[in-house]
């Protein structure tokens, strides 16, 4: 999938996922091994409250791509804020 596609994949229906997708797609995801990349291309399918409910540490995926990939993303998110 092309940047621009993904920028508008990761424009979700709440703030909160916008302003946590946005800024790894940009920052990180072109660091990404290719395995990772699909990773987060097949995250952008996943339903905004699932979503929400990951990055807020309120449930884990269950499919371990998927967990890896969101421990990765809050993983960055760390490391810029500290």
């Given at each position: 999938m092309d940047i621009k596609r993904l920028k508008w994949a990761t424009r979700r229906g709440?703030?909160?996922l916008d302003l946590i997708l946005l800024?790894?797609?940009e920052n990180h995801y072109e660091s990404l091994e290719e395995e990772n990349k699909l990773r987060f291309q097949q995250l952008l399918?996943?339903?905004d409250p699932e979503l929400f409910d990951w990055f807020m540490g309120k449930s884990i995926?269950?499919?371990p791509d998927?967990?890896?990939i969101v421990k990765y993303i809050l993983d960055c998110i760390r490391e810029t804020t500290d």
């Open positions: 709440m703030l909160e800024p790894f797609l399918d996943c339903q995926p269950e499919d998927h967990k890896f």
